[in-house]
């Protein structure tokens, strides 16, 4: 099965919430989509469940046209961030609602939810209501009810966003197993960057309302069409610099020059930005080949593994991920460092000239 959407806009009130997205998914692949609140996630899912009609393009199933069919047609299952169960219901019961709802015979309803039940490690729990079990323990069931159903596409938005850290990363690393063994069209909306490279397949990126660039997860991480996708793929956020090319030299903005080495060399005279991601700044003294910037600690945050430094540099604010503990003071000087190999470069029009090659 494929669904695709067919320039695709929808609006409410006269205003655009998706603007001309064209998209298709294939059976047996998983696809984010990452971008942040109001870019329109939830609103390309509800198209694609056929709770929203587009007020211009299609919605085809198998090439078949499906715009106006009503939801209760579509084989779609979905699951919300608000993890939805019948509390009266056993764990069991949960899962097999959608198999009665169907008049499956009982031996297949019983084999499907032990199926499901075993593949989200939910069989200790099957007797138990969902009061009675942890926030990621219901959300599983919220899932393994979604994946009895048998769809042909199933639908999660941002569904780990209100579960504890532990259980968020419990859930995102059976996530990837669940759905390859599932070999359904799975869309997954998340505003964290982190979470599409855990999960991997395809990654849509969106913002207001459009989609910025779709392809394999890495791929567009790694290079990023525009400043705008590589904005939206960090976490922390970008950081920004402008830069002048001329004979062989690079200005950045706020007086720093220094010879167009590494991925500059490439570039034709002129105005550039360049992006770089919190863990491609460095701070040292004195790397050979390394263009060094005076920035001043605004704070330092801690995790134990790594330390977020917040830098102040010529108006503009800077955050490098450092490995290991670093106690930095607020306004402690200090020299922020990058390499010219490892950056990103977007010419005037904010469009990708050079990236970093892929083993670093």
């Not at 608000?82 to 899962?95: A, D």
């Not at 220094?258 to 991925?263: D, E, N, R, V």
């Amino acid at each position: 099965m494929s669904v695709t959407l067919d320039h695709v806009t929808r609006a409410v009130d006269g205003m655009a919430t998706i603007r001309d997205v064209s998209l298709t998914l294939q059976r047996g692949t998983l696809s984010v989509l990452l971008g942040p609140t109001l870019s329109g996630k939830t609103s390309i899912m509800r198209l694609l469940a056929g709770l929203d009609k587009p007020t211009t393009g299609r919605v085809l199933a198998d090439g078949k046209d499906v715009t106006d069919a009503d939801v209760r047609q579509r084989s779609v299952a979905m699951v919300y961030q608000q993890f939805i169960n019948y509390p009266s219901l056993t764990v069991y019961e949960n899962i097999a609602s959608p198999l009665r709802v169907q008049g499956r015979p009982r031996e297949e309803i019983d084999r499907r939810v032990q199926e499901a039940a075993k593949l989200l490690r939910l069989e200790p729990y099957l007797k138990r209501t969902p009061l009675q079990l942890s926030g990621g323990q219901q959300q599983r069931t919220a899932i393994a009810r979604a994946l009895v159903k048998g769809a042909d596409l199933v639908l999660l938005d941002e569904p780990l966003a209100n579960l504890d850290y532990k259980l968020r990363e419990e859930l995102r690393t059976e996530l990837p197993r669940i759905f390859e063994a599932s070999g359904a069209i799975f869309v997954y909306a998340t505003t964290e960057p982190s979470e599409a490279l855990l999960l991997g397949g395809n990654t849509v990126c969106m913002w207001e309302g459009q989609v910025l660039q779709a392809g394999n997860t890495s791929q567009v991480y790694r290079r990023p069409d525009t400043l705008r996708v590589a904005q939206v793929f960090s976490d922390p956020p970008l950081n920004i610099v402008g830069i002048e090319k001329r004979n062989g030299q690079v200005a950045y903005a706020g007086g720093i020059q220094a010879p167009a080495t590494g991925l500059y060399t490439s570039l034709a005279d002129g105005p550039y930005r360049v992006g770089f991601r919190a863990h491609q700044l460095e701070v040292a003294n004195g790397i050979a080949g390394r263009h060094a910037f005076h920035a001043t600690v605004t704070v330092t945050e801690i995790t134990g593994s790594e330390s977020f430094v917040h830098l102040n540099r010529d108006a503009s604010n800077w955050v490098a991920v450092l490995p290991g503990v670093h106690e930095y003071e607020p306004g402690q000087t200090l020299d922020a460092v990058l390499d010219p190999d490892n950056v990103f470069v977007f010419d005037a029009a904010d469009r990708l000239v050079a990236a970093p090659s892929e083993s670093l």
